[in-house]
């Protein structure tokens, strides 16, 4: 049995990197190098011992040997007279470990151990992936920067000891990220979980601003206040509607916090985005008109309940802010609500006159869509048939 440094060195350099325990590690090499030695001595599987020792230094191979007094057949036989060189207290019948030279297994059996322990490093390391982070999917983590790739904009973070990659087209436009520097990523996803586990990062995902939210407000996240709609335009505005079944509670004025502190701590956290805190109502009309905020709504009015349509009358004087800075105020509070969104102002800009949907005596017209009758043909026949009958009936009436 030989003491081999560089062996156990390299094997707790492979367990480092790798984040694999050394006692695991020895098992997956133990199991390796028994299968590329049976391949190399096949009449001797069941016979074949590993012996390693990280205390000792020490990796040594056996065959069981079984001592006979005639000339052995094969390598599971030595004679009596070889084993008491090994063992003086050797007798006929019983057994003895013949070391093997692992340098001698070949070239095959040598690649074919480092392919077995590669591939089980993979699984290894598969199964910590998912279970580092499987119960974090959909949730929000901190990680540091490690790296920063120039060309491609990607980022590389470092989390728990693995790399993720936050890519340019998930990173908040405008933003500046520094090496070494904390930074909080929303995990979309985990893909590949039966293969190669690939966890997906983002900055942009809209569900980062209600888990952000969570961790600011204790009311969120014990249930007091709930989010009930999101919509992102990341790194520049989110709109968030929040109710609470407490009327004691102002959810608004629990997410926006003393002096603001609250909804600062996200907003700085988001590159300065702006956040615009809104109260949910379960009337379409109400919750459309707190969607456009911080614009004044004179007016809403539903005109299709299954398509989602509705119009907005707005002052003229609020009429840019409503639609906002490449309509980014009118797409955000659609997709809030879901409604279909159109603005109009108060006063027409050419006639000056007020728009019609603010007279007390307007009713509203929706535009539902009536599902036509679809006639079978044998009812078409029939009725064409009933017609030509009443209309050769009646003259004999007369």
């Not at 299968?35 to 590993?50: D, G, M, N």
Request: proline share 5%.
């Amino acid at each position: 049995m030989k003491t081999n440094n560089s062996f156990f060195e390299a094997l707790e350099m492979l367990g480092s990197e790798n984040s694999v325990e050394t006692e695991l590690l020895i098992e997956k090499v133990k199991s390796a190098m028994l299968k590329a030695a049976r391949k190399a001595y096949p009449h001797s599987e069941e016979r074949i011992k590993v012996d390693i020792d990280p205390l000792t230094k020490k990796f040594a191979m056996y065959i069981e040997q079984e001592i006979i007094d005639d000339y052995p057949i094969d390598e599971n036989e030595v004679n009596i007279d070889v084993a008491r060189t090994i063992d003086p207290n050797a007798y006929v019948g019983g057994k003895i470990l013949k070391e093997i030279d692992i340098s001698r297994l070949g070239r095959m059996a040598a690649l074919s151990a480092k392919q077995s322990i590669k591939g089980d490093l993979r699984e290894i390391n598969r199964e910590q992936m998912l279970n580092r982070f499987e119960s974090k999917e959909h949730e929000c983590i901190t990680g540091k920067i490690s790296q920063i790739d120039p060309g491609r904009g990607t980022v590389t973070i470092e989390y728990e000891g693995t790399e993720l990659y936050l890519f340019k087209n998930e990173q908040i436009p405008g933003e500046t990220l520094e090496v070494g520097k904390p930074i909080k990523v929303y995990i979309t996803s985990i893909i590949g979980k039966n293969k190669k586990p690939i966890v997906k990062i983002s900055r942009t995902h809209k569900d980062l601003v209600k888990r952000l939210f969570e961790q600011e407000v204790p009311e969120i996240y014990d249930g007091t206040v709930e989010i009930k709609a999101i919509s992102r335009e990341a790194g520049s505005r989110t709109k968030i509607a929040v109710w609470s079944k407490n009327p004691d509670i102002d959810p608004v004025g629990a997410c926006i916090g003393t002096k603001h502190t609250r909804v600062k701590a996200v907003v700085k956290e988001l590159h300065d985005e702006k956040i615009d805190v809104i109260l949910w109502s379960d009337t379409p009309e109400d919750f459309i008109s707190k969607a456009l905020a911080p614009a004044e709504v004179l007016k809403t009015i539903v005109t299709s309940d299954t398509e989602k349509n509705c119009t907005v009358i707005v002052p003229n004087n609020k009429l840019s802010l409503a639609i906002g800075n490449k309509g980014q105020n009118a797409k955000l509070a659609a997709k809030l609500t879901g409604y279909k969104i159109d603005i109009k102002p108060q006063f027409d800009i050419e006639t000056n006159q007020e728009a019609p949907e603010l007279s007390p005596d307007f009713v509203p017209v929706k535009t539902e869509k009536v599902q036509e009758e679809v006639k079978s043909p044998e009812s078409t026949v029939e009725e064409a048939v009933t017609e030509m009958v009443s209309e050769t009936e009646s003259p004999a009436e007369e």
